[in-house]
Structures are given as structure tokens and as C-alpha cells.
T-cell receptor, first 114, second 113 residues
Framework: AQSVTQPDIHITVSEGASLELRCNYS??????LFWYVQSPGQGLQLLLK??????LVQGIKGFEAEFKRSQSSFNLRKPSVHWSDAAEYFC????????????FGTGTRLQVTL | NAGVMQNPRHLVRRRGQEARLRCSPM?????VYWYRQLPEEGLKFMVY????????ESGMPKERFSAEFPKEGPSILRIQQVVRGDSAAYFC???????????FGPGTRLTVL
């Protein structure tokens, strides 16, 4: 079945440490890929997206993600986490390439310790 | 340029009442999407609308739920005869055209007592 998987429900990192959030998808073709962040009580903010081209994508707030076709993955990374990065992170895919129906993973909640 | 606006931000209804959620897209955006987020889950697509047209409602429950995006005014998601299982956060997103990035509103948190 087509799906998006975020295997880590909850991650805790120390401020200043590096971060990697995992996202795997299972679709026949390469879908459009997105990472969104949701702060408590807020809506979702787009961090970055991948449609085609360079497999390393730069986003806002110092985030980047790498698309790996062989692993069906689109992991989100940040070299040095700030306390304000504490939030829930959602990976999303658009399997149709029309951006009309996003399918979201269940999210990874990031906690940052000082 | 104001973002996507949703109101109310919080809505409390008793079982059997109607819930009406509003979404005003970003200026210049004519495509609206509704998603539902149940507790501890990701967002689930419900419906995609353009002005006066429902394009894809494959994620809408077959009964009690309806959506519209009139020529003038906000998009409305209506839930009739609400049940406790309808308690969730409902998010609206908009885009200027099909295939373009979706920008999300802050959501409406519906609580059914």
C-alpha cells in the first residue's frame, strides 16, 4: 500500500547538536516531497520541498533534506539545533505530482534540551 | 500579505449540533484544501475545491460532511449532527494554482461534548 512513514515518534536532542529526522515513502514513482513544521497550537509551515533536480534541498531556518531514490527516503537534517526548533515535524508526499492531495506521515515530535 | 485565515480557532459543539468552519485563502489563491488531524496523528486529506467547484472529495466522509467555496466569501466546511469522533483539528490550505505549494492556516480545533 502507498504510505509515508516517519519511524521516530519522539526525538530529544541537546541544543547545538545535529538532527536527522527520517521519512520513508512507498510509491511506484518518485512523488513530490515536503517537510512541514507545526509549533504547538499553530498551523503548518513549509520548511522545504523536492520536485526534481538536485537531491539535496535547502530550506528555511537552516534545514536541509536529501532525497535518496534507492532508499525511498527524504530525511530532514540540521547541523545545529536551536531550542526554538522544538516542534512537530511532518513529512508529506504528493504522489500524483499535482500538489492537490498531500499524504502526511504521523509526525516526529522534537524536544530540545538546554 | 495576510496568510490563510481560519475561524473560529476553537469551536465547541454538543453532539447532534452543526459545526461550520471557515477558511479565507491567501490573496490571489483560488484553490483550497481541507485536512483533518486527529489526536496523535498526521493530517488526512479531505477535499480540494476551486471557486464554485469541488475538484476532489475522496477524503470526505460520505455522510454529514460537506464543503463549498463560493464565488464570493470564504470556503466553508460543514459538519452536520456532530459526534464525539469528529473532535479534531481541521486545517485549511490554499495555493495559487494546481501543483503549487500549499500554505496552511492555523486550524480550527473542534471539540464535541
Amino acid at each position: 500500500a502507498q504510505s509515508v512513514t516517519q519511524p521516530d515518534i519522539h526525538i530529544t536532542v541537546s541544543e547545538g547538536a545535529s538532527l536527522e529526522l527520517r521519512c520513508n515513502y512507498s510509491y511506484g514513482a518518485t512523488p513530490y516531497l515536503f517537510w512541514y513544521v507545526q509549533s504547538p497550537g499553530q498551523g503548518l509551515q513549509l520548511l522545504l520541498k523536492y520536485f526534481s533536480g538536485d537531491t539535496l534541498v535547502q530550506g528555511i531556518k537552516g534545514f536541509e533534506a536529501e532525497f535518496k531514490r534507492s532508499q525511498s527516503s527524504f530525511n530532514l537534517r540540521k547541523p545545529s539545533v536551536h531550542w526554538s526548533d522544538a516542534a512537530e515535524y511532518f513529512c508529506a508526499v504528493d504522489p500524483t505530482g499535482t500538489a492537490s492531495k498531500l499524504t502526511f506521515g504521523t509526525g516526529t515530535r522534537l524536544q530540545v534540551t538546554l | 500579505n495576510a496568510g490563510v485565515m481560519q475561524n473560529p480557532r476553537h469551536l465547541v459543539r454538543r453532539r447532534g449540533q452543526e459545526a461550520r468552519l471557515r477558511c479565507s485563502p491567501m490573496k490571489g489563491h483560488s484553490h483550497v484544501y481541507w485536512y483533518r488531524q486527529l489526536p496523535e496523528e498526521g493530517l488526512k486529506f479531505m477535499v480540494y475545491l476551486q471557486k464554485e467547484n469541488i475538484i476532489d472529495e475522496s477524503g470526505m466522509p460520505k455522510e454529514r460532511f460537506s464543503a463549498e467555496f463560493p464565488k464570493e466569501g470564504p470556503s466553508i466546511l460543514r459538519i452536520q449532527q456532530v459526534v464525539r469522533g469528529d473532535s479534531a483539528a481541521y486545517f485549511c490550505a490554499s495555493s495559487p494554482s494546481p501543483g503549487d505549494t500549499q500554505y496552511f492556516g492555523p486550524g480550527t480545533r473542534l471539540t464535541v461534548l
